[in-house]
């Protein structure tokens, strides 16, 4: 498996209505192949980027800007350093504490279907590793979601922030039949859909470990002290207005064209990859980035690394390996993914034999 969100088979729906995909919608539609869903139904997704977990992070979740901002404090004895690197990361230091801010690309609800009221909401139960399964909603019933083994972090009810739907035929020669990226936009049934990449990595920093093997469909109640706060109009750091390099879809206006562009400031984005050349990335579709007229190009915002997956075969295997690690995976468990899978189906010691 190459690429976190763009490798899987992945749609969205929560039990007793929220967010779940319209079996005649567009998500539906571009499900296609069940051969690639069973293939890619049940990976389990490791975070292996610098984030930590934050002290007293909230998520604000902007409607009108499709951004989800998170705000939190490097814990204790963290450095910032490592994060200064990422493009949709600013610090500072704040009353003695670094403050760190994070911006990633959300969708929101397509009328008529409808978002959660702006508020500020506890995250009610978290499913750090959801492979397809069945789920039932008020629209649909009970039928088949094709979850793909992402991060689902319920916070309103049937309203969370899980991955992104959207797929494509992927490039020949990748070894992943589906990419996939996110129509950022007025687009979902309710939920707050992102790349996968960014969803697994916001579990991470809310402090929910992207670096453990947890059993699937496992729910965690009341996962994290974060709040996830909804707000109607654009977001807002140090009195500008926020938006993020990524591009735009259906039903936004992105703040600089109504503000003007000097009243904005623009967070860079990423995308995962585990391929140097950006092979297991969609193409840029021609999609206007964050300035205008200039194309998005995924694999100019690649970052290798920083997430993989692991097939359930595997995972009974990475699960001995994180208890040898003291009860949560190494960072460089991407690095060495594919040692580490060897290691596992040969029945060798992965510590030792990848220097983990």
């Not at 959660?116 to 959801?130: D, L, N």
């Not at 996962?223 to 706060?229: D, H, L, M, S």
């Amino acid at each position: 498996m190459t690429r976190l969100g763009l490798g899987l088979m992945l749609a969205s729906a929560i039990l007793a209505g929220g967010c779940a995909a319209d079996p005649a919608s567009d998500d539906a539609a571009e499900e296609s192949g069940e051969d690639a869903l069973v293939a890619k139904a049940d990976e389990h997704w490791i975070y292996a980027g610098p984030m930590p977990a934050l002290k007293d992070a909230k998520v604000i979740a902007s409607l009108e800007g499709n951004t989800a901002h998170v705000i939190g404090y490097l814990p204790p004895g963290a450095s910032a350093a490592e994060l200064s690197q990422l493009p949709n990361v600013k610090t500072r230091t704040e009353n003695g504490r670094t403050r760190v801010d994070i911006v990633y690309p959300i969708a929101t609800a397509a009328p008529p279907k409808t978002n959660s009221r702006p508020g500020t909401y506890s995250f009610y139960g978290a499913k750090p590793y959801r492979p397809d399964g069945i789920a039932y909603t008020v629209s649909a019933g009970e039928h088949f979601v094709p979850w793909g083994g992402f991060p689902f972090l319920g916070y309103n009810d049937g309203i969370a922030f899980h991955g992104p739907i959207t797929s494509q035929e992927n490039k020949a020669g990748s070894p992943d039949t589906k990419v996939w990226y996110l129509h950022r936009g007025d687009v979902s049934s309710g939920c707050n859909r992102m790349m996968g990449e960014h969803v697994t990595e916001l579990a991470h920093v809310l402090g929910i470990s992207m670096r453990k093997v947890y059993g699937a469909n496992q729910m965690y109640e009341n996962p994290t002290t974060a709040k996830a706060q909804v707000i109607a109009e654009y977001d807002s750091l140090d009195g500008k207005f926020i938006d993020i390099d990524y591009p735009t879809d259906v039903g936004l206006t992105r703040p600089g064209k109504v503000h003007g562009d000097d009243k904005v400031v623009m967070f860079g984005s990423w995308v995962a990859s585990e391929m140097p050349n950006g092979a297991d990335l969609p193409g840029d579709m021609k999609w206007e980035g964050g300035v205008a007229g200039k194309p998005y190009v995924f694999a100019q915002h690649a970052r290798t690394d920083m997430v993989c997956s692991f097939a359930k075969k595997d995972l009974p295997g990475l699960k001995r390996v994180q208890a040898q690690a003291g009860g949560e995976l190494p960072r460089s468990i991407c690095a060495k993914k594919a040692c580490v899978v060897d290691a596992i189906r040969t029945n060798k010691d992965a510590k030792a034999v990848c220097g983990l």
